[in-house]
């Protein structure tokens, strides 16, 4: 059985390209799962220290909120795409906290795109992504670069 060919290469992700996913609701149960396996601090388990804390309710752990947004990009558009992963991250950033209730939604604006030097059949692309609230709060700021395939490889070069 071959492998569907893939709708987003790199030609697709031209500078100013906005794309937006969601939203998806985050909920107490999920908060609290996600706090106890991976971030158990007491403002994320349990909703009483979360009023006491700066937050003043239960909120989820921003590493919570980073990996809703890669949930959102993944079903938005990387499922379908030729990803080939990413080197990291250049800046991530907790703006807001986000909390049981709020529904968040992504939005992926491209900053750039170039071809990799070193390997013709791969585009890279940098993009700015912003996690925002129901209230169109930017919550959630990462600025990365992406490497997919490309539908037309260059010629290998070196560098």
Do not use: Y
């Not at 795109?113 to 925002?132: D, I, Y």
């Amino acid at each position: 059985m071959s492998k569907p060919v893939p709708r987003w290469h790199w030609e697709d992700f031209t500078e100013g390209l906005t794309m937006t996913f969601g939203p998806k609701e985050v909920t107490r149960d999920e908060v609290i799962a996600f706090a106890r396996d991976f971030d158990p601090q007491p403002f994320h388990l349990d909703e009483e220290a979360g009023k006491a804390s700066l937050f003043g309710g239960l909120a989820a752990s921003g590493w919570h909120t980073a990996g809703i947004v890669m949930r959102l990009m993944c079903d938005g558009f990387l499922l379908d795409s030729s990803s080939l992963g990413s080197p990291g991250l250049d800046s991530l950033k907790w703006l807001k906290p986000v909390m049981v209730g709020d529904h968040l939604r992504a939005r992926m604006t491209v900053l750039a795109s170039r071809p990799m030097k070193s390997r013709a059949h791969v585009g890279l692309v940098q993009t700015r992504w912003e996690a925002l609230n129901q209230r169109d709060d930017v919550v959630m700021l990462i600025e990365s670069w992406a490497m997919f395939g490309r539908r037309t490889p260059a010629e290998e070069t070196a560098g």
